[in-house]
Every structure is written in structure tokens, then in C-alpha cells.
């Protein structure tokens, strides 16, 4: 086997081990992150590692601290963490624990405000309250209004206000309402050129396929090597950058993302999604009212198909279109399913939260990937890692119960013709009958995201 391909199986192995030991044994998941040879991916995962690690055993991250003390992500830890941090370097190490909590009262400023009476009395406490002071919005502001605003922003805000506000959003609905603000911002509108570069980003990458002027598009990319994560960064970035402009990140993440811009063709080589005619689909449901009811939905749009049902499972089969046949295989929600065939395509159903308990269930090999949650796309990451060849449907904004049931139908319906498959052409026939809903899934070919994610990796994950 080639050196090379022993280095990214090597480093894919590490990889995962570090991932998976984050939630459960994150002082072990920061030590074995040493092995990883590539300094972004490294950094990444020994931010989530000691974030992790502050919250569940803050006496072994205190002995951490030193070394993690100049990361741009410190602040990252959460004030309360931070606090419990410090609590054991206090007398130690006094400015490394001053340090930690600066940085995190201004990133956690209201959690900090509240908890003043719990370091005022420190040497440095004032730096610590004059950090949250500057860092807290004034009432009113868009943090504290976001929710009341999304849902009913008032007439006359400022292209820049919307996009603002589109940025902030966090909860479903917020992001549906966020998206359909940002769509009515006019983007050569030369105030949003005072837009911090940040925000710009992350607005900008909630809009399908928008069309960015190029200074736009130049001061959105500012400030990216700088940032707590430049990786994430650049993602957002190629969501909604379609060529090169000045201030591409550097050196290797402009590199990657001027490559990829545009991302793949549209045309998908359905051929390997069968093996011996065959076409093996997994569909996963959880135990709560949302997946009970999409698990209904779900064997409804398959009533004119053979179902086999039993107390944990049902088999959902196609009829056979020449050599040609669609097995589909779902638990019950709150039950498990055992597979004993990889499949080729791998549905997620139901609540993003849910995602946590999906991921470890994707398999390598799988091909096409459907995330029918709410905003799918910001789990393209670790869809990607854990199925480098798999093309990713997500959405943006709400994922709709009707619209996911009727495309996968409609998908399945055409894969069994055996026509080329082209994603364009799919989404033009699905549009008119989804509704608005349907506006914010996107397509694998323009998933750029998860394009660069992919390419990011396999770069990371070669590094020697």
C-alpha cells in the first residue's frame, strides 16, 4: 500500500477515535489529539475536547490550562466552566486563570454579569466585569429582541439590520424566518460593506445560491485566518462564494476553496447506489412525537409498495423495474434495527438534535445521504467524515415532514427507471409541488459546503 494511503487511513483512524472519545472521555480525546498531524484539524478538535473536559472534570482542564492559554478559542469555554476553571489556578497560576476568564466573560457576557459577586473580589474581578460590561449589548438590542423580531421584524430596518438578524438566528423557526429576511436584503446595497465580516458570513451562507457582488463578497472573506475557526469560516464561505475574490484565507484553506468553487456537476451516476440490482436504503426515526408522526408519514407514502412489518422494523420493497429493485429498511421509533447490508443511501428523520444518535449509524460506504432535519446543513461536517463518498441532501431552514416524505418518493420512483439522474432537472420538477419549504434544501452539487469539507479533510487527514 502506498505511504500515503497508510497516512490518511492512519490519520482517518485517530480521527474518529478523538471524535467519539469527546463526549465520553474528553481528557483522553485531548491527549490523543498530539497524533493528529495537521494544525487546524488538531486545533479543532482540542477545542471541543477541553470545552467538554471544563464542564464535566474542571480540575483536570485546570492543569490543561497552560497549555491551551493562546488559542483563539479559550473564550469559547463557558463562563460558568470557566469559573470552576479557575478555581483551581487561581493561586497557582493567577494570570492564566485571569486570562480564561477575560476571554470567556466577553464571550459569555450575560452569564458573566450574573455570576459577579463569584470573582469581583479577585485582584483582576474589575477586568472581568469591564469585559462583559463592553461585550453586553444595551437593552434593547437585536440579541435580547431576536426571537420577537424574527418572527415579526418591524417595517424600515436597514438591510444591514436584516442580515444582522439573520445571522442571530438559532431555533427552527427562527432560521425559516431568518432565511425568507435575508432573501428581501438587496445585496449591492453599499451599507452592508460596514457589516462585521463575520456576521456578513454567516448571513450571507443561509441564502440559496445568492448573487454576491464582488465587494461584498471581498469584505465577507475578512478576518477568516484570524477567526476562532477558520475552517468553519471558509465553509460558510463556499456557501455562497461562486469565484475567487480578494482575501481568499490562506495558505492552504484558499487554496482549497478557489478550487472547489462552483462545486460538482449536476449529473449523479445512479449506478452506484445498486449492488446485483439492488438498491439498499436505511431510514432512521426517533423515539419522540415528531418521530412517531414522520414514521407514519413515511409508510403512508409507501402504500402501494410491499411492507413487511414486525414489533422493531418494517422492510419497505419496490416493485422491479427491470433489473432494478429498492429496499427500504427503518426501525420503529424508540426501537433499534440491525442491519446485515451496507447501505447505499441513508435517510435521517426527524429533529436536528436528533443527530447526535444518527451519526453513528452512517456507514462509510454509503453514497447519498438525506438529512431531512431542520437545518441539516450545519451537520455536514460530520456527515462528510463519516461517509467521504456520499453525496449530502440537507436544508438550510425547516425540514418538512410532506416534503421530505414526497421527494424521497419521487427520487426513488426515478432511480428505479434507470434514467440519468441529473439534480438540477430534479429540482425544477419538485419545486412547483413542495412549496416554500422546499426552497431551502439543497442540492449535493451545490452543497458547497460540504464539498469543501470534503476536500479539507482529505487534505487534513493526509497531512504527514
Not at 427562527?174 to 436584503?185: S, T
Not at 456557501?239 to 490562506?250: E, Y
Not at 437545518?375 to 441532501?393: F, H, K, L, T, Y
Not at 426513488?412 to 429540482?427: Q, T
Request: with cysteine; glycine share 6%.
Amino acid at each position: 500500500m502506498p505511504p500515503e494511503v497508510v497516512a490518511v487511513a492512519e490519520q482517518r483512524a485517530v480521527y474518529a477515535q478523538v471524535r467519539e472519545l469527546v463526549s465520553i472521555a474528553p481528557k483522553l480525546a485531548f491527549e490523543k489529539t498530539a497524533l493528529l498531524r495537521d494544525p487546524l484539524l488538531r486545533s479543532r478538535l482540542r477545542k471541543a475536547a477541553y470545552i467538554a473536559l471544563a464542564a464535566r472534570a474542571p480540575e483536570d482542564a485546570a492543569k490543561l490550562l497552560p497549555s491551551v492559554a493562546d488559542e483563539k478559542w479559550l473564550g469559547a469555554v463557558h463562563f460558568a466552566a470557566a469559573l470552576d476553571v479557575a478555581w483551581h489556578t487561581v493561586r497557582q497560576q493567577p494570570d492564566l486563570s485571569k486570562r480564561l476568564l477575560v476571554a470567556s466573560a466577553a464571550r459569555w457576557p450575560d452569564a458573566a454579569l450574573r455570576a459577579r459577586a463569584q470573582y469581583i473580589d479577585l485582584p483582576y474581578g474589575r477586568e472581568i466585569f469591564d469585559a462583559a460590561a463592553r461585550a453586553a449589548p444595551e437593552p434593547p438590542t437585536f440579541e435580547r429582541r431576536a426571537s420577537q423580531l424574527l418572527l415579526a421584524p418591524p417595517a424600515g430596518l436597514s438591510g444591514a439590520e436584516k442580515l444582522t438578524l439573520a445571522a442571530m438566528a438559532r431555533t427552527d423557526v427562527e432560521i425559516d424566518r431568518a432565511v425568507a429576511l435575508a432573501r428581501g436584503v438587496d445585496l449591492k446595497d453599499p451599507s452592508l460593506l460596514a457589516m462585521p465580516p463575520g456576521t456578513l458570513r454567516a448571513a450571507l451562507a443561509l441564502l440559496p445560491e445568492p448573487d454576491v457582488p464582488d465587494a461584498l463578497a471581498a469584505r465577507a472573506m475578512e478576518g477568516i485566518d484570524a477567526a476562532e475557526d477558520p475552517v468553519l469560516e471558509t465553509a460558510r464561505a463556499a456557501a455562497f462564494l461562486r469565484k475567487p475574490v480578494p482575501g481568499l484565507p490562506s495558505p492552504y484553506l484558499g487554496e482549497l476553496l478557489r478550487a472547489h468553487i462552483g462545486g460538482r456537476g449536476d449529473q449523479f451516476d445512479t449506478a452506484a447506489l445498486f449492488v446485483d440490482g439492488v438498491n439498499t436504503q436505511r431510514y432512521i426515526f426517533h423515539d419522540d412525537v415528531d418521530g412517531a408522526e414522520s414514521f407514519a408519514s413515511f409508510l403512508a407514502a409507501y402504500a402501494d409498495w410491499r411492507v413487511e412489518r414486525n414489533d422493531s422494523s418494517v422492510k419497505i420493497s419496490s416493485p422491479r423495474n427491470g433489473a432494478r429493485r429498492i429496499e427500504i429498511f427503518a426501525n420503529v421509533p424508540g426501537r433499534a434495527l440491525t442491519m446485515t447490508t451496507p447501505p447505499q443511501v441513508i435517510v435521517h428523520r426527524g429533529h436536528d438534535h436528533h443527530i447526535e444518535a444518527t451519526l453513528p449509524l452512517l456507514d462509510a460506504g454509503a453514497r447519498l445521504i438525506y438529512l431531512g432535519s431542520c437545518r441539516g446543513m450545519q451537520n455536514v461536517e460530520d456527515v462528510v467524515m463519516r461517509s467521504p463518498n456520499a453525496a449530502v441532501i440537507a436544508t438550510r431552514a425547516i425540514g418538512a415532514t410532506a416534503v421530505n416524505d414526497a421527494f424521497l418518493k419521487a427520487l426513488n420512483v426515478k432511480l428505479l427507471s434507470g434514467e440519468p439522474l441529473r439534480w438540477d432537472a430534479v429540482w425544477d420538477s419538485m419545486r412547483p409541488k413542495l412549496g416554500e419549504h422546499f426552497a431551502g434544501y439543497v442540492p449535493p452539487h451545490r452543497n458547497h459546503a460540504a464539498v469543501f469539507f470534503e476536500a479539507w479533510l482529505r487534505h487534513a487527514l493526509a497531512a504527514r
